[in-house]
């Protein structure tokens, strides 16, 4: 069978090996936590506590802020200690409430549920009240996603299982640590929509994984294993659609338009968590890693620990890092502090030595092509570069600026070093800033 | 203080310089073969044509107070692309006035590299056709003497032999001749993945679609080989249409582009007084090629289905 892939996309140094063969290891944080109101997408959560309340690990401390919105939990036991705006790993300041972690970790009660048992108005609310968000680094609400309008158009639920971005292998981990946390999470999600299908779509360089997944769902006559061609962004949700039923959706349209949803396999097991044990979403995986630390490892984290612990754990740094990026190296953020507390969103530390981009100087565009080659979104990166860097809004429209989904490719391959998604990306920026207030 | 930036964090390995690098690497075997067949002169007419391109870019650059940009070695590319389009025997101020034509006027006047809407090279090889016309159309030299293959067939006389062709034992300039030592070139050049077959694989198709329907020869293996072999056509195909700069960006466009370079050298070659019609019909397409990038500006991911259901 000809390998699921799609056209475009790169193949960068994968630097995998680093953390691959680490298993989880959970940390145990100290000192303050801190909990941005804005972990997602939507508005911002509204808190419920103030300052100096006693909160327990498992408590909300902030409440959905409208219906595309997700609410947040302490997830250790102490006193709040002040709500006021931190910076976050975007570089904004954000409004956090801040606790001061007394060390004891008292956690409430969870009530676990049977599936089996919820019709699936209880199950998409235990999802929405836990706060799960997508964790693939979107951090879209779930609870929305699992809500289309026609739930009985739904034909594929797909697992987001590819982890294209070098570096990255916390989802590796999880599937092949807790495969089954994934499948029964899956299974929840399918009893929402009847005429579904189940996809685990995983990135064939995790052989492992593939085979584990596939013995283990071999009686789940709806759960089908699928690999796809190891390729950035084999993982983007657009190429990730399109690889495993072979349907095209552009910007404007919603994965539901091509009866998919897609979630992350992180997601997918915070919503096991959420219904079957009943607990909020207070952890993830992080994967610190980079030739800059001397342990590179994957962390079972607790969400709002600041980052200076997590490089703390694996080891301190081995060389001072020229660049810390939040996220993998294709999309991820780059931070100028590391005094930011780790989110629902945040997959990895990635920790560099030296800074290879900052030291290229860009160079005249010799219209060589490969960013056409290489863009996913079939677009021409030179020339949306071009009129961006000019911007001239209406042309960069008319020349499809905004099916870019900013994956980075463009300025990869670019031998004169051109930062083609940068002047993209703001130009997008800018543009649906506008159409959001108009 | 740490680093940030846009992502992406990390780059591929690719360079300008170095892509110009392999160019060069990939025209040394048709340069080498050059010099042997053609003796003392041809080599020194690559090697001044190649200082004066590097040379007269350098000293634009000092002269404007711009950066240096003769380290991207497309100065090098162009000089010896334009010293392969030469005859063997040429004065070497030939090589001067064509490098120095070449780099000034169709490069830099234009904005140096990637802003030149013609390939310099070729546009100083067709300023000197049209000003040194005798001199740039005399193939004379110790080892040949008498018209070029394609002249020759024109002319109705004998063309040489077939393999004399395809190795490059015959008049021309002193980079044209040798199919051979070309196609090392391109192959090393597809190898490396610098260029791809979309240009010159469509030329040559469309081209030789072209001479099967109007040449009067109808399916004649010798003449549809003399005329890939004997002339311009591999240098032109494979080095020359494929210039980044001055070929269309868009996928769909750079066969449309290939096609009309190879109807438009058919057209020159069957039609047209010379034999020759290469270097004009690239130059023509090079004038075309915003013209065909408006045209076929691909479709974006996921933009086909919503049309076919809007019509």
């Known amino acids: ?438 | 203080m740490l680093k940030v930036s846009s992502n992406p964090h990390i780059r591929s390995k690719d360079t300008t310089s170095r892509i110009m690098q392999y160019v060069v690497i990939a025209l040394l075997p048709a340069t080498v073969f050059g010099v042997f067949n053609f003796g003392l002169n041809a080599l020194l007419l690559v090697l001044v044509t190649v200082a004066t391109t590097v040379l007269t870019e350098y000293i634009y650059d000092r002269c404007m107070k711009k950066k240096i940009s003769i380290g991207d070695f497309s100065a090098v590319v162009t000089g010896l692309l334009l010293a392969l389009n030469l005859p063997p025997k040429a004065p070497l101020w030939i090589g001067v006035i064509g490098g120095v034509f070449a780099i000034i006027v169709v490069k830099m006047l234009f904005g140096g590299l990637g802003q030149n809407f013609m390939n310099p090279a070729l546009g100083a090889r067709c300023f000197l056709i049209i000003s040194f016309t005798s001199i740039m159309t005399n193939f004379d030299c110790d080892a040949y003497t008498g018209a070029t293959p394609l002249a020759a067939i024109k002319a109705g006389e004998g063309a040489p032999g077939l393999l004399d062709m395809v190795i490059g034992q015959t008049a021309g300039t002193i980079g044209e001749t040798s199919m051979i030592a070309l196609l090392i070139g391109a192959a090393f050049l597809l190898a490396m993945k610098v260029i791809d077959l979309r240009v010159p694989g469509s030329y040559i198709l469309s081209f030789v679609v072209f001479i099967l329907l109007f040449s009067g020869r109808g399916l004649d293996p010798v003449y549809i080989l003399s005329q890939l072999a004997g002339g311009g056509l591999m240098l032109g195909a494979f080095f020359m249409a494929t210039d980044y700069v001055t070929r269309p960006i868009t996928k769909n466009g750079q066969y449309v582009f290939g096609i009309f370079l190879g109807i438009m050298t058919g057209i020159f070659r069957i039609f047209g007084p010379s034999a020759e019609g290469v270097s004009y019909a690239i130059i023509i397409g090079n004038l075309l090629v915003p013209l065909i990038e408006k045209v076929t500006k691909p479709t974006a991911f996921g933009k086909k289905k919503t049309k076919k259901e809007a019509a």
């Open chain 1, 1 to 438: 069978m000809a390998k699921l892939t799609f056209r475009g996309g790169v193949h960068p140094y994968d630097g995998k090996d680093l953390s691959k063969d680490k298993p989880m290891k959970t940390i145990v944080p100290k000192g303050e936590m801190v909990y941005p109101l804005s972990q997602h997408i939507g508005a911002p959560a509204v808190p419920v506590v103030k300052k100096g309340d006693r909160v327990l690990a498992g408590q909300k401390i902030a409440d959905a802020g409208g219906f595309v919105s997700a609410p947040i939990y302490a997830t250790v036991s102490g006193t709040v200690k002040t709500i006021e705006p931190r910076r976050v790993v975007t570089g904004d300041m954000v409004n956090a409430v801040i606790i001061d972690n007394d060390g004891l970790f008292e956690e409430v009660e969870y009530i676990p549920h049977d599936p089996e048992k919820l019709n699936k108005k209880e199950i998409i609310d235990l999802i929405k009240e836990a706060g799960v968000v997508g964790m693939g680094g979107a951090g879209f609400p779930t609870h929305v996603k699992l809500s289309p309008k026609e739930p009985d158009k739904i034909e594929y639920v797909i697992a987001n299982c590819a982890e294209c971005e070098p570096y990255l292998t916390s989802d590796y981990r999880r599937m092949l640590e807790e495969p089954q946390k994934l499948i029964d999470g899956m299974k929840i999600i399918l009893r929402l929509f009847d005429n579904a299908q189940g996809i685990l779509a995983v990135e064939d360089n995790k052989q492992d994984c593939i085979e584990l997944l596939t013995r283990l769902t071999a009686q789940e006559s709806r759960i089908t294993v699928m690999a796809l061609k190891t390729k950035y962004p084999q993982g983007a949700e657009r190429q990730l659609i399109y690889a495993t039923t072979g349907r095209e959706i552009n910007s404007s349209m919603l994965p539901a338009d091509a009866g998919c949803v897609v979630d992350n396999v992180d997601t997918i097991v915070a919503v096991y968590h959420a219904v079957a044990e009943g607990k909020p979403l207070m952890n993830r995986i992080v994967t610190v890693t980079g030739d800059a630390v001397n342990d590179p490892r994957n962390f079972y984290v607790r969400i709002g620990m600041n980052y200076h612990d997590l490089i703390e754990e694996a080891g301190g740094f081995k060389t001072e890092p020229e660049k810390v990026v939040s996220g993998g190296p294709m999309m991820g953020f780059a931070l100028f502090d590391l005094n930011v507390p780790t989110t629902k969103t945040a997959s990895a530390l990635l920790c560099l030595t030296k800074d290879e981009v900052s030291a290229l100087a860009p160079s005249p565009c010799i219209n060589c092509g490969r960013c056409v080659e290489a863009c996913p979104g079939r677009v021409v990166p030179r020339k949306l570069a071009v009129l961006a860097e000019h911007g001239d809004e209406e042309a960069f429209l008319a020349n499809d600026g905004m099916e870019c989904c900013e994956c980075g490719c463009c300025s990869f391959v670019c031998p004169a070093k051109r930062q083609l998604t940068q002047s993209i990306k703001s130009m997008r920026k800018t543009l649906l800033g506008k159409k959001k207030k108009a």
